[in-house]
């Protein structure tokens, strides 16, 4: 099945094609220029592929920028209703740690996105020669609490520039990564179903009744 992957969740986002696990090409690009549909044409090309071709879209459905992954939902809703192609949703935590894993990072490492509001989010991975795999699920967690994974021996991975934290190996989730993760998966969804990962509570705030004079 031949795949493109959306990852726009972190500011370097980019597009992928693969099939059977196989990377045929790819374009990324750092901040809003490029837009999303040049980077994709220039991915389908780097594969020698027309958007016909194309069979299922994958997309990082985040933490991260909530822009990105909202536009990257929206191409691929667009692309199902066009062409009914298949659509996979993957977390951009798990794509982040199998880039952290391609680029040779090892043992105990906690991935580590901002979630601004002085909020982070948390997730514990193990990165052994054969592959990877959580030893604590995603969290969302405030300044204090989120030190408390990174107090023992681990590599802290983030796509974000500016945290708070020290030693921080700095990496963006990749859209190579998404379409092999993608290749492995079976659990299409509706394209209504592909949702951003966002676990902070939505609140709303009751305007105040309008006054008259």
Aim: glycine share 8%; net charge neutral.
């Amino acid at each position: 099945m031949k795949i493109l992957a959306l990852e726009f969740s972190s500011a370097r986002r980019g597009v992928a094609v693969a099939e059977h696990g196989q990377v045929l090409g790819s374009a990324e690009a750092e901040g809003l220029v490029p837009g999303p549909f040049a980077l994709v044409e220039a991915a389908l090309r780097d594969a020698r592929l027309e958007r016909e071709q194309i069979e299922c879209v994958a997309v990082g459905l985040g933490p991260g920028s909530y822009t990105g992954v909202r536009s990257a939902i929206a191409m691929a809703q667009g692309w199902q209703l066009g062409a009914g192609v298949k659509l996979l949703g993957v977390s951009s935590a798990d794509v982040l740690a199998a880039t952290a894993h391609t680029a040779g990072i090892r043992g105990m490492a906690v991935i580590v996105i901002d979630a601004l509001r002085g909020e982070f989010y948390v997730r514990s991975v193990v990165l052994a020669a054969n592959g990877w795999h959580e030893t604590s699920e995603l969290k969302l967690l405030n300044y204090g609490a989120a030190q408390v994974p990174m107090l023992s021996d681990v590599t802290l991975v983030s796509p974000d520039a500016k945290l708070p934290f020290a030693n921080v190996t700095h990496l963006a989730p990749s859209a190579r990564e998404l379409a092999r993760l993608a290749s492995a998966r079976t659990d299409f969804v509706p394209g209504e179903k592909l949702e951003p990962i966002y676990l902070r509570e939505t609140n709303f705030a009751k305007a105040p009744p309008r006054r008259f004079y």
